[in-house]
């Protein structure tokens, strides 16, 4: 099993542009996030989804948008992006809402310029 | 709100050294889940530890072992005899179960060097 799968691992976008992270998870989870790591300050939860079709808010969910439309993907996506943005993003899947592990991605290595 | 809070950025021991990380939660709930999370420096983020708010057990893991006591809402983890393979930013984590669409809320994380 390939477990959390991540794509693409880097990319560079200049200031206004936009992009699209995409997430996949072959446990059969129903539960995703989208974290974002900086230097500092830990991960931060932007979105998760607790099923297909819903998505809820996290801690700095401002400049992105997230999709559920299957239960295995997660999309993450950024309109129109910003230097603040440049960080290392994390999909994760768990089981069970809060109570169960999350099982991560690789991340995905964002550089905006 | 919840809230962890691991006040040591960072710290570096010499192999064999124990050492312990510190980890300081915030919750208004009796129902809580507490985690630990190693990211070692190829960067994936690994589950440690999971331990619930009604299980005030110690548990050890090899060198590995945890403590924790909800009078100090503390969560605290030891590696003893520490080796360099330990080296890695060390999260802890909270999340409040039993509320619908909860999720874990992460502390800024302890960086652990550990030299030979």
């Known amino acids: 099993n390939a477990g959390v799968t991540q794509t693409p691992k880097f990319r560079v976008l200049k200031t206004g542009q936009s992009m699209t992270l995409l997430c996949a998870q072959d446990?059969?989870?129903?539960?995703m996030y989208w974290y974002r790591q900086d230097p500092g300050m830990g991960l931060r939860l932007i979105h998760y989804?607790?099923?297909?079709?819903?998505?809820a808010k996290g801690e700095v969910p401002d400049g992105y948008n997230v999709s559920r439309l299957k239960k295995q993907n997660f999309l993450l996506g950024l309109e129109s992006a910003a230097p603040s943005q440049t960080s290392v993003y994390f999909c994760?899947?768990?089981?069970?809402?809060?109570?169960?592990?999350?099982?991560f991605g690789n991340g995905t290595r964002l550089t905006v310029t | 709100a919840q809230k962890v809070t691991q006040a040591q950025t960072e710290i570096s021991v010499v192999e064999k050294e124990d050492v312990t990380l510190d980890c300081v939660y915030e919750?208004?709930?009796?129902?809580?889940?507490l985690f630990w999370y190693k990211q070692p420096p190829s960067g994936e983020l690994v589950f440690l530890i999971r331990?619930?708010?009604?299980?005030?057990q110690n548990e050890i893991s090899g060198r590995y072992s945890w403590n924790f006591q909800k009078s100090t809402s503390s969560f605290n983890f030891t590696i003893t005899a520490s080796q360099v393979v330990d080296s890695a930013v060390y999260f802890c984590?909270?999340?409040?179960?039993?509320?619908?669409?909860?999720?874990?809320?992460f502390g800024k994380g302890t960086t652990l060097s550990v030299s030979s």
């Open positions: 331990r619930n708010s009604f299980d005030e």
């Open positions: 446990m059969n989870h129903e539960y």
């Open positions: 919750t208004r709930d009796t129902t809580y889940y």
């Open positions: 984590a909270l999340s409040e179960g039993h509320q619908a669409g909860t999720a874990l809320i």
């Open positions: 994760a899947s768990s089981y069970g809402q809060g109570t169960s592990p999350l099982h």
């Open positions: 989804s607790v099923g297909e079709g819903t998505t």
